[in-house]
């Protein structure tokens, strides 16, 4: 089990920038997958950037190039940052680790990022 607490969301104007950051409560050093979802008010949760285990990073169409995963195992805390920020990008964010692909996974409680101007 562990304890993922999110935090860094907040009110942004369109092409503004937020880094997100979700410190976990056990090493991250391994793990299966690690990532970001967002869910907007009325859809689907989806996946925003995510990390495997081997190390490469997944991230969805509407985001790259906008954002950046990243993680310091040493601090137990990974990293979205985002930038070029648009409305569409407003939602609840997530933080997400599951350690083995047995585990069905930790979620963290949500951080709410808004982009409006």
């Known amino acids: 089990q562990v304890q993922l607490v999110e935090s860094g969301g907040g009110l942004v104007q369109p092409g503004g920038s937020l880094t997100l950051s979700c410190a976990a409560s056990?090493?991250?050093?391994?793990?299966?997958?690690m990532g970001w979802y967002r869910q907007a008010p009325g859809k689907q949760r989806e996946l925003v950037a995510a990390?495997?285990?081997?190390?490469?990073?997944n991230y969805a169409e509407s985001v790259k190039g906008r954002f950046t995963i990243s993680r310091d195992a040493a601090k137990n805390t990974m990293y979205l940052q985002m930038s070029s920020l648009k409305p569409d990008d407003t939602a609840v964010y997530y933080c997400?680790?599951?350690?083995?692909?047995?585990?069905?996974?930790?979620w963290g409680q949500g951080t709410q990022v808004t982009v409006s101007s």
């Open positions: 997400y680790v599951r350690f083995h692909i047995a585990d069905a996974g930790n």
């Open positions: 990390f495997t285990g081997i190390g490469s990073t």
């Open positions: 056990r090493s991250i050093s391994t793990i299966y997958t």
